[in-house]
């Protein structure tokens, strides 16, 4: 597993190509050990993930019944609901690769997609652990989660649009698919897994 000092690093790279500097892919491992390294970045991401499933729990738990059980395996599901994010946006470029001709870009955007995922968690995990401290704050927190949504869809916009060679269309059509997939089966599997307040 990587270590702070390798991951700071991997993140220097990714905020200068964010910033537009081409000197950002200098700091990113780019050969295929690093594409395998990157998805690291999900191991790194757990405690804020985890931050994130307690203050859900907590919400499902106030808008059901007293007594409806949460325990270990409400937590696994939500770890599936995440792994499976994380996984469909890469699982659709991979097969979308070929037949739409960027196949030469696809490991560069997944790795530097995968250590970007780092920063995105945390900062996601700010609204929900407002909301364990101080429940009442519910509504700031809300309108807090969308801003910090739509500034990570910026970023990985930008992101992206290095890594393909500043292709606006393709960096957005990549952009697009890294977003939307895992909302929409997020949400089925959500109701699918019964972690959504029925």
């Excluded at 007293?66 to 792994?83: E, H, M, R, Y």
């Excluded at 364990?132 to 869809?153: I, K």
Aim: hydrophobic letters at 60%; charged letters at 10%.
């Amino acid at each position: 597993m990587p270590g702070l000092d390798e991951v700071l690093h991997y993140l220097t790279g990714v905020f200068l190509l964010v910033r537009q500097k081409q000197e950002g892919f200098g700091w990113l491992d780019l050969t295929m050990r690093g594409l395998v390294r990157s998805f690291w970045a999900f191991a790194w991401c757990l405690p804020a993930f985890a931050v994130i499933w307690a203050s859900w729990r907590l919400y499902f738990l106030g808008s059901m019944p007293t007594g409806t059980p949460a325990g270990l395996s409400f937590f696994i599901k939500l770890l599936v609901i995440d792994v499976a994010g994380w996984l469909l946006p890469l699982l659709l470029l991979a097969a979308l690769a070929r037949p739409l001709g960027y196949g030469k870009h696809v490991a560069t955007v997944v790795t530097a997609s995968n250590w970007i995922a780092v920063p995105f968690a945390y900062a996601a995990a700010i609204p929900f652990a407002l909301t364990l401290v101080q429940p009442t704050s519910a509504p700031f927190a809300g309108l807090l989660l969308y801003a910090v949504f739509g500034a990570s869809v910026v970023l990985q916009f930008r992101l992206v649009w290095m890594c393909v060679g500043r292709q606006t269309l393709l960096a957005s059509a990549m952009t697009a698919i890294y977003v939307l997939p895992p909302m929409i089966v997020g949400q089925q599997l959500q109701q699918l897994l019964g972690t959504l307040p029925g």
